[in-house]
Each structure stands twice: as structure tokens, then as C-alpha cells.
């Protein structure tokens, strides 16, 4: 993987584009600015305050207004947001690399936006770690990814929001996870090579039915999963087999079930699909 510096570094410059001249006002020496756009998706939310889709990426997060297609650009910050999750109305956790423009150190910890990801405020663990992945449910925090001075992968679980921290251990590197929204002690988690089980916070792991993919867990009876060459399955609790709904025309990079039927995944290419039928069949919601 690049480094978030360089990633963040080449962002910023594809903005600086070489002018065309001709047109009155034109000058040689003023660059026309380009946004690159959403590159790279990590993670998918549904804002419940207006429906919106929020799409967070290694160029910053975008919004996709309900009935719209068109991807646009969160508060002018191009911070690379690796993990993301929305947990209430407006209020979003975050965590990744900042934007080279700010004053940051590289591992932002956990981050929160109480705007609508307008503008991002540090919580906890700023300059110590970087989660790769973020989920929540109430006062419950779980988070996956990087400490910044072993560069060793972590499991962490907070209890109060996101202030304090305990370090667990993972079964392998997780790629997803996922809350029982009725009780945030069971999780169901994938590793690039088997689907996990947990009943008890993440203290310990059992291998459960499935293939790895991405997990998501709408409501306390309903549990997707879309497996690494986009075929999406469901069941009704860890452990017990899966029914094939259907499938995605391409390879996922980010899964998020807003609801019982309402599915949303973020393909390679750039693009971003939905289903309003648990994932019989798909739609594309936004281009590159």
C-alpha cells in the first residue's frame, strides 16, 4: 500500500491542473483546480437526519442526497477516511490520515463529526492509532487497525463512546464487522480467511458458518454478508446457514445494510450500487 503521506500528497496535486488559454481572463500562470473525486472507497453510511449516502474514501468523504446520483465533496477536507461509521443524526466516527493541509499527526485515532462530516474533531487515541475499521452501537465502540508506534494490527473495544480503550486479540486480521444491534456483545466478524463469531465484546472468537466478506447486521434477525466476488447472502443469526439473494456485477470494496432491505455496496471501479430488495437485484446509484 502507498503510504498516507503520498496518497494524501497526490490528491492534493491532482487538483492543480495546466490552464487553457484563449478566453479572455485566461492567464498561463492561474492553474483551473480539479477535484479527483471520490477515490478508493472505504466505508458506506446513510445519514438518518435526511437519508443522504455518505461515502468515505482516501480523498475525503462525499454525500449522495436521496434521489440523486451525483457524488459531492463533505466540507472541503480531503483527509483520508478509513474508518467510518454513522451513529446517530449527524454524527459521524471516523479515523484514518489527515489532509496534508492540516497541522495533524499521520494516525488521526478516533475522530467525530457532530455536523454531518462538515468538520471532524479528535475523540481519542489522535497520533496512536489508525482504524482500518469502525463500528458502533450505543456507548459501544470496536475498532481494527494500526498502533502507530509498533505498526502492529489491534483490536480495540471502547465502552463509553470512544473515550477509553481495550485492547483484545482478533482471530486473524478483520476485514468487516458487524454489531447484533439488540445486544452489542455479539459480533460477527470476517478475517480474509473465515467468518468469526463472538458473544462476549470480542474477548473470545468462534469460527462460524460462512466465506469471508464483508458483514453487515440491520436488525437483530437479519445478517448479510457479501462474499469477496460480490455474491450477497442472509441469515438470521451467526452460525446458521446462508441463503444466496443475488449478487453484484463486479468486486466490493465496501458493504453497508441500512436497513432490512436496504443495501448498498461500493464496487473496485469506482462505482456505487443498491438494492432495495435485501440484494435480489441491484442498481447503480452513482458513476466514477
Known amino acids: 500500500m502507498k503510504r498516507p503521506q503520498a496518497i494524501a500528497a497526490a490528491a492534493l496535486a491532482s487538483l492543480t491542473l495546466g490552464s487553457c488559454g484563449g478566453e479572455e481572463g485566461d492567464s498561463a500562470d492561474e492553474p483551473i483546480v480539479s477535484d ?4 478508493h ?18 480523498t475525503g468523504l ?3 442526497p436521496e434521489g440523486e446520483q451525483e457524488a459531492t465533496r463533505v466540507g472541503g477536507n480531503y483527509q483520508d477516511t478509513m474508518g467510518f461509521t454513522v451513529v446517530g443524526p449527524d454524527r459521524f466516527l471516523g479515523s484514518g490520515h489527515p489532509d496534508l ?3 495533524l499527526p499521520p494516525f488521526l485515532g478516533l475522530i467525530e463529526s457532530k455536523n ?11 497520533g496512536k492509532a ?13 475498532g481494527f487497525g494500526s498502533d502507530f508506534k509498533t505498526r502492529r494490527e489491534q483490536f480495540l473495544v471502547s465502552r463509553d463512546g470512544g473515550a477509553e480503550w481495550r485492547a483484545l486479540d482478533a482471530p486473524e486480521s478483520l476485514i468487516s464487522l458487524a454489531i447484533n444491534p439488540a445486544n452489542p456483545d455479539e459480533l460477527l466478524a470476517s478475517g480474509r480467511h473465515t467468518l468469526y463469531g463472538s458473544s462476549d465484546s470480542g474477548t473470545s472468537w468462534d469460527p462460524v458458518t460462512g466465506e469471508p466478506g464483508f458483514v453487515s447486521w440491520p436488525d437483530p434477525d437479519v445478517l448479510y454478508l457479501m462474499a469477496q466476488d460480490g455474491r450477497v447472502g442472509t441469515t438470521s443469526e ?31 471501479d469506482g462505482s456505487i450500487t443498491e438494492s432495495s430488495d435485501g440484494g435480489e437485484s441491484w442498481t447503480l446509484r452513482s458513476s466514477p
Open 130 to 142: 489508525d482504524f482500518h475499521m469502525l463500528e458502533a452501537a450505543g456507548d459501544r465502540v470496536y
Open 62 to 64: 462525499f454525500r449522495i
Open 41 to 58: 472507497v472505504h466505508g458506506l453510511g446513510v445519514n438518518p437526519s435526511d437519508q443522504s449516502l455518505f461515502v468515505a474514501t482516501h
Open 36 to 39: 479527483p473525486g471520490p477515490v
Open 101 to 103: 493541509r492540516q497541522d
Open 238 to 268: 451467526p452460525g446458521s446457514e446462508w441463503t444466496l439473494k443475488g449478487s453484484v456485477d463486479g468486486t466490493p470494496a465496501a458493504f453497508e445494510a441500512a436497513g432490512r432491505d436496504e443495501l448498498y455496496a461500493a464496487l473496485h
Open 116 to 126: 454531518a462530516g462538515r468538520e471532524w474533531k479528535p475523540r481519542s487515541l489522535l
